[in-house]
């Protein structure tokens, strides 16, 4: 089944799409990339995705809107995907849509909401279109998240412990070891506090630390970074999960403002937040005495995070780091790939959940299907559930 994967995440930077040639093989589920390609979103749409987010408030006629220009977007997305990477054929498209809202209340997940209406896709490309994969898990009494762990669980398996880790704008690993139930959950912020003071600082004008080059020119200050993780969320037991309803810009200013004194430089402030991401990672790595990290997502580009990372990995949990590159899927197409056998999971009928990743009651077949032109939908071709992914050379 060729599959294409729609991901957008919480930096909401651009659309990542990713298509797969996916094919069951016994135990095994063959994944043979076709490409991805990174869709920005227009800066207008995007401006109107930030001025929605948490802190700020909206109103109901915005989430309308939003709902429909994105789906928009992921549509436009898709008809790219399937003409510039699937030769034209696909036969399933997989949307994660957009992460608004992620409801968390004294721990629990009681909601969580992606926009970006999935019809717009199935009537512009005429394929079947897979959405709405989190509510599932959520309504089963699971965190909705890292939703993608049981990808990770099927591609990681072995005798080694191993974790992946997502740099997004929240991080978050999933630890696999026969033997032993995977764990998953969202370690904290990632690159999300990162873009939020560079955009500050910059007007807009740039929504990222460029090659961790702020990071660099900076110096750790340590009293800021150890009011930073005095926060109360990582020494929370998981599964547990977060987003930009607490890591934000004005939980940045807060923390600066119980700092007192003067206020760090830009480049300081930038190389100490760079530092709270390696150090949360490793600390909730450190007691699953994992041998190596496999890291994927938007932060791999960031050389300051990566090296901040890997000597705290090593200096904490006694793991080497590499990027999910070394098995054949891109970095920053990683999730991408990963909805993308989601979807084709749904598709046959098949869990896509692992309870003790999420926290749910049970496995749960994931989201909802849009059907394509004239009623197409999927077409499976197993009943069986894999126990392994493989990825193949293209």
Not at 135 to 144: H, I, K, S, Y
């Amino acid at each position: 089944m060729r599959v294409l994967g729609l991901m957008s995440g919480t930096s909401f930077d651009a659309i990542e799409v990713a298509a797969a040639e996916l094919t069951a093989h016994g135990a095994d589920l063959a994944l043979r990339p076709l490409g991805s390609l990174s869709v920005p979103y227009a800066p207008g749409l995007a401006a109107r995705i930030a001025a929605a987010l948490p802190p700020a408030t909206t109103t109901a006629g915005e989430i309308c809107a939003l709902d429909t220009r994105i789906g928009q977007a992921f549509a436009e997305a898709a008809v790219r995907g399937v003409a510039e990477l699937a030769d034209g054929r696909a036969d399933l498209v997989v949307s994660h849509g957009q992460t608004v809202f992620h409801w968390v209340e004294e721990g629990r997940v009681l909601g969580t909401l992606q926009i970006g209406q999935p019809a717009w896709i199935a009537e512009r490309t005429g394929l079947p279109v897979v959405a709405d994969l989190r509510t599932r898990d959520v309504a089963a009494g699971g965190q909705g998240a890292p939703l993608v762990s049981l990808v990770d669980t099927l591609l990681l398996s072995g005798d080694v412990p191993r974790a992946a880790l997502n740099l997004g704008g929240i991080a978050n690993i999933t630890v696999v070891a026969d033997g032993r139930e995977a764990v998953a959950f969202d370690t904290g912020p990632a690159n999300g506090l990162l873009d939020a003071v560079v955009a500050e600082a910059t007007g807009g004008a740039r929504r990222y630390d460029a090659d961790g080059a702020g990071a660099r020119a900076g110096t750790v200050h340590e009293r800021l970074l150890e009011l930073l993780l005095a926060e109360p969320y990582y020494a929370a037991a998981p599964p547990k999960t977060t987003g930009k309803e607490l890591f934000n810009l004005a939980y940045v200013e807060k923390t600066l403002a119980a700092l007192g004194g003067g206020r760090p430089s830009h480049e300081d402030l930038l190389a100490t937040l760079t530092r709270l991401t390696a150090t949360t990672v490793a600390r909730a790595v450190a007691p699953y005495g994992v041998a190596e990290v496999i890291a994927s997502g938007g932060g791999t580009a960031n050389p300051a995070l990566l090296a901040d990372l890997a000597a705290e990995l090593d200096r904490r949990a006694g793991a080497s780091l590499r990027t999910i590159d070394e098995l054949g899927i891109p970095s920053g197409a990683k999730e991408a790939y990963a909805f993308a056998v989601l979807g084709w999971l749904t598709a046959h009928g098949l869990p896509g959940t692992a309870a003790s990743c999420t926290g749910a009651s049970g496995p749960r077949v994931l989201g909802a299907i849009v059907p394509g032109a004239g009623g197409r939908l999927p077409r499976p071709e197993t009943t069986a559930p894999p126990r392994r992914l493989r990825i193949v050379p293209s």
